[in-house]
Every structure is written in C-alpha cells, then in structure tokens.
C-alpha cells in the first residue's frame, strides 16, 4: 500500500487533493515529472466526468461503480425560515463501492 504524503486532516478524516493524487503518482512511478503525473490525473479525471455526463456507468474493478441517478421532483423546506420550498427533478451522481472497497473499509 502507498503512504500518503502531507495529507490534510479535518475534523480526524484525511483528506487527499488532487495534488496529494499526482504526488502519490510520483512517488510511485520515480522517474515521472509532476506535470505527466498531472496529465494521467486531468486524463482519467475528464474522461469519468464525459462519461457520466453522457449517462454511461463507470465500473472500477475493485473499487466501485459510478453512475447517473435521476432525481425526482419534491417539495423541501429551508431550514433557516421553516418556508416550504419546491426541489425540481435533476440528475445527481450515484457511487456504489465494491464488495471488496467495503470489506476493506470493515476490517
């Protein structure tokens, strides 16, 4: 397993960044300059996003699926004023973990 450097920490999760991911890379990979680890990284990143937006559904052996749910049109509430509000139908991001993702989240 690769060892984060300089991860963030908020309220005791770590958080990893984009640049946490491409120094990982770099890491791993030693002879590869940040800005090829920072195109690997735009690469995957822009080609899930087209995907998805396309309404394909992204499957990552190992690690989880992503894909486009729709919304269904509801009536909400602001919490500041208690007023009853209308939420319109839209589109919004479903990830599902894999089998082996939450087993090892478990152990």
């Known amino acids: 397993m690769v060892s984060y450097i300089d991860i963030g920490v ?3 999760y770590i958080i990893m960044k984009r640049s946490d991911v491409i120094r990982t890379i770099q890491v791993q990979f030693k002879n590869m300059r940040a ?3 920072m195109a690997m990284v735009d690469t995957v ?3 899930m ?3 998805v ?3 394909d559904r992204i499957e990552i052996r190992g690690f989880g ?3 486009q749910r729709a919304r269904a049109t509801k009536n909400g509430y602001n919490p500041s004023t208690g007023e009853t509000m209308f939420l319109p139908s839209g589109k919004t991001i479903l990830f599902k973990p894999s089998r082996e ?3 090892q989240m478990n152990d």
Do not use: Y
């Open 35 to 37: 800005s090829d680890a």
């Open 49 to 51: 996003k087209d995907a």
């Open 65 to 67: 699926t992503f894909q």
């Open 45 to 47: 990143v822009d080609t």
């Open 53 to 55: 937006a396309n309404g």
């Open 10 to 12: 908020l309220k005791g």
């Open 101 to 103: 993702l939450t087993k």
